[in-house]
């Protein structure tokens, strides 16, 4: 049994809806990707509404009537600026499901740039400092920064795991 009604879902970055395809026939897809090709293999595949958009953005700007009960923001190595326009401007349910692709530690380990989920980069030298960060990614630096930007909201359930440098993460949101 489904914590969520079967609602609307805004899914960015939704390329070929391989893994919308599998995991959200049921709900009412609002999608988009910036390349065209990928959304008429998408658009072939799901219900919903599904456009050629810069996901970094809003995309669906006027259609604030819609209310989103889950977002799936799988873009890799950048979900947060997506977010951040979808926090801010998506009508959203009073409880919703948040789900994040971010390979931002990878950027940390490797360069040492942390691209911080309010857009700010900053440069590492310190090896000890780059693999603080590194190991307290998600406790340290991601979850306390949303859980204060997602205010009045507040997180009640979150999982995460970590599939080498990748963190996959997500939470039920309430107001």
Request: some cysteine.
């Amino acid at each position: 049994m489904s914590v969520f009604p079967r609602g609307n879902i805004y899914v960015p970055f939704i390329g070929r809806a391989d893994i919308a395809f599998q995991l959200y026939q049921s709900y009412q897809i609002y999608g988009a990707d910036i390349n065209p090709e990928y959304v008429e293999i998408a658009r072939s595949r799901l219900k919903g509404e599904i456009i050629v958009a810069d996901c970094n953005s809003w995309p669906f700007e006027g259609k604030n009537m819609v209310e989103y009960n889950i977002a799936d923001f799988d873009a890799y190595s950048e979900p947060y600026e997506s977010f951040r326009s979808f926090w801010v401007k998506a009508n959203k349910a009073n409880k919703i499901l948040l789900f994040f692709t971010d390979g931002h530690k990878q950027g940390i380990i490797r360069t040492g740039w942390h691209i911080k989920p309010d857009g700010e980069k900053e440069y590492i030298t310190s090896i000890n400092e780059r693999r603080k960060r590194f190991n307290m990614y998600f406790s340290k630096y991601i979850l306390p920064w949303f859980e204060e930007y997602v205010k009045p909201y507040k997180v009640m359930k979150k999982q995460f795991y970590l599939r080498r440098m990748m963190l996959y993460w997500g939470v039920v949101v309430e107001k």
